[in-house]
């Protein structure tokens, strides 16, 4: 195993290391075609464990591949997520105790139960094919498609590495360990950078020299006359929203959302006698709060006031002895356990809340330095942090109101294309935008009208019933299992969940790539914990 580990840390060094050169203008782009030979290389000769490893500890890595002018931007993830699952597939074949028991009998009803999201995502796929019969552009609806299912194989991966009876658990939880790590990295170096560099310069770096090599000369155009990473007011200088490696602070804070499990899983295992080890624990976890409040993500405010309220419900009912003992709600011998969770919980979300200020005041000192420099007066009551949170309720403010009409609009074409929308991909005509807007993040700014406005309202509620189903299945391993790590990490993945849930009413960003391969990884954990408590169909 320390073999292993070695061999994947020194893969995943020469991925950054590699990476480092391109970025620094010492590398051309071209040497992304060398880094992907290599994965593809170590992917072919190495235990599926291992792969599997380097694929989800270089999730923040994945490159775009400059394979033509005309064709820079697909990302690497894309095809070394399909060497990984035909190795898989080669490796075990197809097992027909999936559909038939020794008896012969078929296994219908049991695979149902036990693959209620594998059938879900089946008939949510299906109703988005659907939807390209009646697409203006059925061509960008397809591409869309493939990659919803190019990245759900991860997930398919894990699935069926962990039925397979190994010991995949591990794996998922130490290779997510640098992913997050190099997130939060890339971040804060961000921070120090605007400390020292003009935003305008930096602007014009990250745009050229980070945006193209990891999305494509085209984005890395766009973003360099037009993004989402500062914000303007009137009477203050700019601010940078942390964004890390992602194309906008919306999937910077999902992504950091999703993370928050990880820290508080650990902070509540460590022994009581390891203070060293609690407190870097801390650390991180306040880092990523940090993160969450720089990158201005107003719709990751509101969603983190609606898990706060979500969990105010869940403490009412927890301190109800009357409510919990008709409605079994918690299992008497976990009652502890569950009041130390509950509140580490809520004392994170208060926690964000005390940071914010403070993160405000750190975000905004270069600016601060300047207005003082200019003789210009501070004016605490207008730090654009405290401005900005005031807006989510602010119905004339700018971004407010346009988003407010373009949910209007949304709702207007849900009405007339109810049943299969306006097809996959086709988002922009809701708007009277050309499809080159997509690349510019044409969406609803909410994750359920955009599906149902795109592929109608029976994939909306299909979709629905997906987050349904993980929330019931990460629910009942809370609340039914007696494994510590299993109760411990999936009750603060509700958490995150009802975070993100939240989330998705104002943005997109779960339709991120890096976003949506994190959270399938998240996903794919869920499921190998509940695998392990009910071992349900034998492959053998």
Known sequence: ?????????????????????????????????????????????????????????????????????????????????????????????????????????????????????????????????????????????????????????????????????????????????????????????????????????????????????????????????????????????????????????????????????????????????????????????????????????????????????????????YYSPTIRNKTGFFVPELYQKWKKQIQLIFGTLIMLAVLFPIGSAILFMPQYFELERENREIEFGKISFFERARSIINFDEVSVKNRLEIWQRTADSIIIHPILGTGLGNFPLILNEEFSSAKKGASAHNLYLDVAAETGIFSMLILVAIFWEIFKDAWKIFTKTKNQFHYVWSGFFVLALVWILGYSVFDVALLNDKVLLFFLVNLGLLYSIKYEAEKPISHS
């Not at 020194?10 to 203008?25: D, H, K, T």
């Not at 051309?28 to 992917?43: C, K």
């Not at 690497?76 to 008896?103: D, E, H, M, P």
């Open 1 to 317: 195993m320390k073999n292993s580990t070695k061999k994947n840390l020194v893969i995943l060094s020469i991925e950054i290391f590699v990476l480092l050169l391109i970025v620094s203008g010492v590398a051309p782009r071209e040497a992304s075609l060398f880094l992907t030979g290599l994965l593809i290389f170590y992917f072919i000769f190495s235990p599926l464990k291992d792969s599997l490893w380097v694929f989800i500890a270089s999730i923040p890595l994945f490159v775009a591949l400059p394979i033509s002018e005309s064709f820079d931007a697909m990302a690497n993830w894309r095809i070394l997520l399909i060497v990984l699952f035909l190795k898989l597939f080669l490796q075990s074949g197809a097992s027909f105790s999936l559909v038939k028991n020794n008896k012969g009998q078929w296994r219908l009803k049991e695979n149902i139960k036990h693959y209620r999201i594998e059938y879900l995502f089946g008939i949510f796929l299906l109703l988005n094919i659907a939807s390209l019969f009646v697409a203006a552009d059925a061509w960008i609806g397809t591409k869309k498609l493939i990659f919803l299912i190019n990245a759900f194989l991860l997930f398919l991966i894990i699935r069926n590495f962990s039925g397979r009876k190994k010991k995949i658990i591990p794996v998922l939880k130490s290779a997510l360990n640098p992913a997050i790590g190099i997130t939060l990295a890339v971040g804060f170096v961000q921070l120090v950078i605007v400390f020292f560099v003009p935003l305008f310069p930096f602007w014009q770096f990250w745009a050229r020299n980070v945006i193209a090599p990891f999305y494509g000369q085209n984005l890395s155009d766009l973003l360099s006359y037009s993004n989402t990473w500062f914000s303007y007011y009137s009477y203050q200088l700019p601010t940078l929203r942390m964004f890390s490696g992602f194309p906008d602070s919306h999937s910077f804070a999902f992504f950091c959302i999703l993370s928050l499990p990880f820290f508080l899983k650990r902070i509540f295992l460590v022994q009581k006698n390891n203070k060293r080890k609690k407190i870097i624990y801390y650390l991180g976890l306040i880092l990523c709060l940090l993160a969450i409040i720089f990158s201005g993500s107003r719709g990751a405010w509101a969603g983190a006031a609606g898990s706060f309220f979500v969990f105010l419900f869940i403490i009412f009912l």
